[in-house]
């Protein structure tokens, strides 16, 4: 076996950093719901001039990050913004996001973002939602690194990786369970105006953004739980239990199954894999994750999966806030392991890629003892590490 690290982390690690505050200027998280809303008109109508586009980036999809496009293209709509789009990274992968997308007839109003960047112009305007940075590595195959500077950031994560605060713009991060509660926000400015029969569900994502980046408001902070009952006013409630209770597939159940199946516990430790799954279901491995953390008396769950007989997967969740979860991450699985923590300051998310190509499966025969080699050592890492 051929097996070596691979420099791009899991999509869904970075660090968290302390962000500087910038002497003399107010920080928008400073201020005031009002202030915020009249900061943003402002900054919008000295930009706006009919014929540029103000493009709405996300490098990821889940509920939160479309929740926080289509909410912000409202609300640009509603500011007299006409030309607006939301380009997008990445493929839909968990089960919610597509059955969102499609069930929401989202698709239809998204671009990928790598069809697009091409065309940028100077005139153009760039507002990065849920991520802060535009040297985001998942912004690296689009081709869009470094081909914009976003004019708007809106991001739950503080980091300070993102473009200096100034009088000419309009920089909100802030440590949130979500990013559409940060929306929500403004749009309360609004008077939550949904009266075009576009703007049906758009409530109901919101909701579900909130709802999902804080694992069912389990990580939410006082400031999601008051976005979250304000616009679920709303919603019908009938359609949102749809979205939440979202059917899930058979290949969900067999990778649960053998989850299940396969788990090693010792003390609060819980290892455990859905053995070949293809890439296409590689975020089965982050959903099983999420319910092994939730269990009583677990403080480290990991859950890998070999993609396509290439690439080792990693998910990890950690509720040890004595360890932690990127320096773990980093000792057992290498520099491609990354990790951050998530709302409430109780529960770590991360994960690791790991190039692990056995070459060509010649027969089903030989496929047990590959996947035996790989949890001898994964479970070697983990409990039996030593530096």
């Known amino acids: 076996m051929n097996i070596e690290n691979i420099s791009d ?76 789009r939301i380009l997008f990274v990445g493929e839909a ?14 698709r239809a109003n998204m671009t ?47 980091s300070d990786n993102h473009e200096e605060e100034t009088d000419d713009n309009f920089i909100w991060i802030e440590d949130r369970g979500s990013c559409a509660s940060m929306i929500v926000e403004l749009l309360e400015q609004i008077s939550f105006d949904f009266h075009e029969k576009t703007d049906d569900d758009l409530p ?5 953004g909130i709802y999902g980046d804080t694992s069912q408001l389990v990580y939410a902070d006082q400031a999601d739980v008051a976005a979250y009952g304000k616009i679920i006013n709303y919603c019908d409630g009938d359609r949102l239990q749809a979205f939440v209770n979202y059917p899930v597939s058979s290949a969900f159940v067999e990778a649960l199954q053998a989850a299940l199946n396969n788990r090693v516990e010792q003390g609060s430790i819980v290892v455990t894999s859905v053995g070949l799954i293809s890439s296409a279901n590689q975020a089965h491995i982050a959903q099983i994750a999420d319910e092994q953390i939730r269990r009583s008396g677990i403080t480290l769950a990991i859950v890998w999966g070999w993609l396509d007989g290439k690439i080792l997967y990693i998910s990890a969740r950690s509720a040890d806030s004595t360890a932690p979860l990127s320096e773990f991450l980093h000792s057992r699985f290498g520099g491609n392991g990354g990790a951050k923590l998530l709302p409430g300051g109780r529960v770590s998310s991360g994960g690791a890629q790991i190039a692990w190509d056995a070459g060509v499966i010649n027969s089903p025969a030989s496929l047990p003892h590959l996947l035996k080699a790989i949890e001898a050592w994964v479970n070697n890492r983990v409990f039996n590490y030593q530096q």
């Open 112 to 158: 990928k973002l790598s069809e697009v960047v091409a065309g940028f112009t100077d005139k153009d305007i760039f507002v990065l939602l849920d991520s802060s940075s535009p040297q985001d590595g998942r912004l690296k195959d689009s081709g869009a690194m470094g081909k914009f500077v976003p004019l708007i950031i809106i991001d739950h994560h503080r």
């Open 9 to 84: 982390c899991d999509s869904n690690c970075f660090f968290w950093a302390a962000s500087a505050e910038r002497e003399g200027i107010m920080s928008v998280r400073e201020m005031s719901g009002l202030e915020k809303i009249e900061r943003l008109k402002k900054i919008i109508a000295e930009r706006k001039n009919g014929s540029n586009w103000f493009y709405l980036i996300i490098n990821h999809i889940d509920p939160d990050s479309l929740a926080a496009a289509f909410g912000m293209k409202h609300l640009l709509k509603r500011l007299g913004v006409e030309r607006v």
């Open 204 to 208: 109901i994502l919101l909701a579900l």
């Open 93 to 106: 992968g968990h089960e919610q996001n597509v059955f969102i997308i499609y069930g929401m007839d989202l």
